[in-house]
Antibody
Framework: QIQLVQSGPELKKPGESVKISCKAS????????MHWVKQAPGKGLKWMGW????????TYADDFKGRFVFSLEASASTANLQISNLKNEDTATYFC??????????WGQGVMVTVSS | IQLTQSPSLLSASVGDRVTLSCKGS??????LAWYQQKLGEAPKLLIY???SLQTGIPSRFSGSGSGTDYTLTISSLHSEDLATYYC????????FGSGTKLEIK
């Protein structure tokens, strides 16, 4: 069965970096783009961008240009999100989601990142 | 494209017909999807391309609309439909609406 399994929760200090992984299984990884979505505590969903899993080319939403990097370990069917110079407002749950013909049909379970001094 | 969902909070009874609204700031050309998110869970795709039901989703969920105005309808509310519902456009970039929280009376 198709699954996206994300790495575990993270507790970081402001200024540090974090790398979140999203391991796909049950389908051909390079056939579907991978998107990233942020959800701050008690807030709605915010689209961060996506990565072409065939070419490795990332595309970032305007609010996520600069400190955010999408990458792949294609041989391991894994997409990664790295956030550098963490700020308090980066505290959120980060989801990976597989893009299909009309939407995001499979989602990871989410990773809670807490930034606190 | 900005998406405005209304109402932000909706309280309804089991068995009610429920309608949620999503309005775009520009023409979305039917590239609109709906997601359901239950507390503590990842979102789930319900409807894509305005009115196509995702595999495995109960038929009490339906979508309609065109241009800038779209609707998600639950024909007969079940208690397990307690969730927040988000619309999402993929016509011009990608944007989520702010969500409608559905409460069961």
């Amino acid at each position: 069965q198709i699954q996206l399994v994300q790495s575990g929760p993270e507790l970081k200090k402001p200024g540090e970096s974090v790398k979140i992984s999203c391991k796909a299984s049950g389908y051909t990884f390079t056939d579907y783009a991978m998107h990233w979505v942020k959800q701050a505590p008690g807030k709605g969903l915010k689209w961060m961008g996506w990565i072409n899993t065939y070419t490795g080319k990332p595309t970032y939403a305007d609010d996520f240009k600069g400190r955010f990097v999408f990458s792949l370990e294609a041989s391991a069917s894994t997409a990664n999100l790295q956030i550098s110079n963490l700020k308090n407002e980066d505290t959120a749950t980060y989801f990976c989601a597989r893009s299909s013909y009309g939407g995001f049909d499979y989602w990871g379970q989410g990773v809670m990142v807490t930034v606190s001094s | 494209i900005q998406l405005t969902q209304s109402p932000s909070l909706l309280s309804a009874s089991v068995g009610d017909r429920v309608t949620l609204s999503c309005k775009g700031s520009q023409n979305i050309n039917n590239y609109l999807a709906w997601y359901q998110q239950k507390l503590g869970e990842a979102p789930k795709l319900l409807i894509y391309k305005t009115n196509s039901l995702q595999t495995g989703i109960p038929s009490r969920f339906s979508g309609s609309g065109s241009g800038t105005d779209y609707t998600l309808t639950i024909s007969s509310l079940h208690s397990e439909d307690l969730a927040t519902y988000y619309c999402y456009q993929y016509n011009n970039g990608y944007t989520f609406g702010s969500g409608t929280k559905l409460e069961i009376k």
